[in-house]
């Protein structure tokens, strides 16, 4: 059997940015694949026999075999079914998962506070922390486009995914606390990345709706309470 062929499920939720940015790789490589919607309030027997460590979206299923954590998982898709999202150049490709794990390390855990703020001072630390990363972002944004359309080059690549597939989001916290994270005053380079980003062809179609991401906010919110209740 030839590597990328046979069975491929994912694991996953709508409105995860790490599903996304899987769900968009697969599309720009035209990948068939069976999604399954996890509840992960209610983790079910799948999620857990897959990813019995962490019990966490996404999971790649590829002939039983599971493939655990997005960015792992965007380069198992390129080893497997080619057409690399990573630059070529290995300095270039440190670069970009340097700046991947920096999104998911910094940047995610500000913007997911803002749904467990209890108070405005949280609130807003949270908002500041986030801004603070994506000027960081807005210089890496020069450093690896080198003048060009994407942190990619010419075409989406793997820093694109790993930033994009938080866009719907910032869109839904913009509607949820008033913040524009990305906008033309303060990061005048994302923004017009972004809109880039949202009218790639490859990727357009794996966008949930902000209505989504407003509809699960508010069931996040509910859950981030009653956790921080019980803990108190």
């Known amino acids: 059997m030839a590597a990328g ?6 694991l996953g939720l709508l409105v995860s940015p790490f599903v996304v940015r899987v769900r968009m790789a697969l599309s720009m490589k035209g990948v068939s694949y069976e999604y399954i919607e996890q509840d992960i309030f209610n983790k079910g027997e799948l999620l857990v026999r897959y990813n019995p460590v962490h019990k966490k979206v996404p999971v790649l ?12 998982i965007l380069e198992y898709i390129d080893d497997i079914w080619g057409a690399s999202v990573l630059p070529a150049d290995p300095y270039e490709r ?12 910094k940047m995610f855990p500000s913007w997911i506070g803002l749904l467990k703020a209890e108070t405005e001072e949280e609130k807003a630390e949270k908002v500041n922390q ?74 357009k179609e794996m966008v949930p709706s902000v209505d989504k991401a407003l509809e699960h906010a508010k069931k996040f ?9 019980a803990a108190k």
């Open 5 to 10: 062929e046979g069975d491929l499920k994912l």
């Open 61 to 72: 299923i590829h002939n039983g075999k599971p493939v655990c954590e997005s960015l792992a």
């Open 94 to 105: 440190a670069i970009a998962r340097f700046w991947a794990n920096y999104i998911d390390d």
């Open 130 to 203: 986030t801004l603070a990363v994506l000027m960081h972002l807005e210089d890496a944004f020069t450093q690896c486009s080198n003048g060009k359309a994407f942190f990619g080059g010419d075409s989406v690549g793997y820093l694109d995914l790993a930033l994009g597939s938080n866009l719907f989001w910032f869109e839904a916290l913009r509607e949820l606390f008033g913040v524009a994270f990305i906008d033309e005053g303060r990061t005048p380079l994302l923004a017009s990345w972004a809109e880039r980003f949202g009218e790639a062809a490859s990727v």
């Open 221 to 229: 919110r509910a859950f981030f309470a009653a956790a921080a209740a």
